[in-house]
């Protein structure tokens, strides 16, 4: 009976669960952690197929130094493993013509913020004026000089609301702002709250983003689950977690597909919406609350494709598409919701083996491309998203179809399959998780404590800021301090 008992119980080895878990270990207590696929990592895990390594879909993080990923890496004994590329990242805005023309950022270097020189560079390429920039860098600069403290009270607007209420700013620039709102965030620039977007644009820059890691991005959270098995945890692989135990108001435990184990912590990683409404049940909690949790949104989705190429195509780590025409606002998030298929595509790229030689067989390159998507796992026209993908990649890209020597499509049922059950009408392929929208960021973030002794959220759904892996990281770290006060208090 003793093997089945546990101080907490973590259902869940995503960039949120597997951290914390090992964190909880590191910490003295007897945790298991329990996750339905055969290894960790939840949406940024790594595969392999026929010599090449790669996620199911574009990966990079960010920040890279300094960051959440170095502190769990130190804190877990750990090489960092972190790796960026010469050809760091590559933009690409169309001319007057309709071309597609790139703008290549070099490999970042720790402790050196963004070079003025190749900023000016950027505004340039995209084709910004003198005044213009004046009044990106009086923004820039504005925006820089505000305190933690004045940054909090921005929690209430959009990050478009901030711009407009004071700056003119030029409309390629509104483009590149908002091409970074829907990648980083996955959301329309003018639903994300400006405090998230503020602080993690702050990090980034200040840290660099665009980073990967040795063997896999994946890795980074298959080491930290080996770490935790050394650290004395014990994982149980391909189980699913199907109740969660709850008397009188106290989690007891799991049942699982592979039997029932004992707790009164337990840490999910499942999503706070699949947590509350399936795991648990709506009749453990107050209606109120249920009701906010209905509520939540999520971000978008993004769907694409895996090319395998018979050749490099590719110099760059990661590539960003953008137009003044296809990055997302809300009004065409809402036209791409009642089933419009955007003529003109925003496309975000990784290909791995440009981070780690290793993750390609020689001479060969797996391209990793996604576009943006509701995140309705049941989207009905995935078919015209991805062709329409295929021919963005050609325009783009010119001569890249004929390199192509196989393909994978995937969608965001494929999302939903992988990580997070479906509990809710058009909700489940969301890419980060808990949109971080006004009024479910900083002060208006559900709680990770849920109202029932013993029961937390772990991952992007709470806990946490940034982009997605990173808020993860960051979410660990708050949640597994919180268990731990927890523990000591009751
Ligand atoms: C297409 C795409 C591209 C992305 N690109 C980036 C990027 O470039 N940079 C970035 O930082 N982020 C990116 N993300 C987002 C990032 O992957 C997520 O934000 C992050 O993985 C969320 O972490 P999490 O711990 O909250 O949850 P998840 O990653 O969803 O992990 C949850 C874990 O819980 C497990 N689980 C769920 N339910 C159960 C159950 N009942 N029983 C047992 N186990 C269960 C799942 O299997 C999974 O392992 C991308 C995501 C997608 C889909």
Redesign the pocket.
């Known amino acids: 009976m003793t093997a089945n008992r546990f101080d907490v119980i973590v259902?869940?080895?995503?960039?949120?669960?597997a951290p914390c878990a090992a964190l909880l270990a590191k910490r003295g207590f007897k945790t298991l952690l329990?996750?339905?696929?055969d290894r960790?990592?939840?949406?940024?895990?790594t595969v392999s197929k026929k010599g090449f390594r790669y996620e199911?879909?574009?990966?990079?993080?960010?920040p890279m130094y300094n960051s959440r990923f170095e502190e769990l890496l130190t804190e877990l004994g750990l090489e960092t493993g972190l790796t960026t590329h010469d050809i760091h990242m590559a933009f690409y805005y169309p001319d007057d013509g309709g071309a597609y023309r790139p703008f290549f950022t070099n490999r970042p270097l720790p402790g050196q913020g963004p070079d003025p020189e190749v900023m000016m560079a950027q505004m340039r390429w995209l084709g910004i004026d003198d005044a213009g920039l004046g009044e990106i860098t009086r923004m820039a600069m504005e925006t820089a000089a505000l305190s933690p403290y004045e940054i909090d009270q921005l929690d209430d607007i959009t990050y478009y609301d901030y711009l407009i209420r004071k700056y003119n700013l030029p409309k390629s620039f509104y483009s590149f702002l908002g091409m970074q709102a829907n990648?980083v965030f996955?959301l329309p620039i003018d639903l994300v709250a400006a405090s998230e977007f503020i602080r993690t644009s702050r990090d980034m820059m200040a840290n660099a983003a665009g980073y990967y890691s040795k063997g896999g991005y994946g890795r980074l959270f298959e080491r930290c689950a080996k770490a935790f098995e050394k650290l004395g945890g014990k994982v149980r692989y391909r189980?699913?977690?199907?109740k969660i135990l709850v008397e009188h108001g106290r989690v007891g435990g799991v049942i699982?597909n592979k039997g029932t184990f004992h707790a009164p912590i337990v840490v999910s990683?499942?999503?706070i919406q699949?947590t509350v409404l399936k795991?648990v049940g709506q009749e453990h909690f107050d209606k109120g609350y249920v009701n906010r949790v209905r509520d939540l949104v999520p971000s978008l989705?993004?769907?694409?494709t895996r090319y395998f190429l018979n050749t490099p195509f590719f110099k760059e780590g990661a590539n960003f598409a953008f137009s003044d025409e296809s990055y997302w606002n809300q009004e065409r998030s809402l036209r791409a919701k009642a089933g419009e298929v955007p003529e003109e595509m925003l496309v975000?790229n990784?290909i791995p083996s440009n981070f780690d030689p290793d993750l390609a067989p020689e001479g060969k390159q797996c391209v990793l491309a996604?576009t943006l998507c509701p995140a309705d796992p049941e989207m009905r026209n995935n078919k015209a998203y991805w062709d329409r993908l295929d021919r963005m990649m050609e325009r783009v890209w010119p001569g890249f179809t004929a390199t192509v020597e196989a393909k994978e499509r995937?969608s965001t049922r494929n999302?939903s399959a992988?990580?997070?059950?479906q509990v809710l009408p058009k909700i489940g392929g969301e890419?980060?998780?808990l949109g971080q929208v006004v009024g479910q960021c900083g002060r208006y973030k559900p709680s990770p404590a849920a109202p029932i002794s013993g029961l937390f959220y772990?991952?992007?759904?709470a806990g946490g800021y940034g982009?997605?892996?990173?808020?993860?990281v960051d979410?660990a770290f708050n949640v597994a301090r919180l268990v731990e006060l927890y523990h000591q208090t009751h």
């Open positions: 259902i869940g080895a995503g960039p949120g669960g329990i996750e339905q696929n960790a990592g939840g949406k940024a895990m199911l879909w574009p990966v990079t993080g960010g990648i996955v189980s699913r977690a199907e699982t990683n499942a999503g699949p795991l989705g993004l769907m694409g975000f990784v996604s995937y999302v992988l990580v997070r059950d890419c980060i998780g772990v991952g992007c759904d982009c997605g892996t990173h808020q993860g979410s």
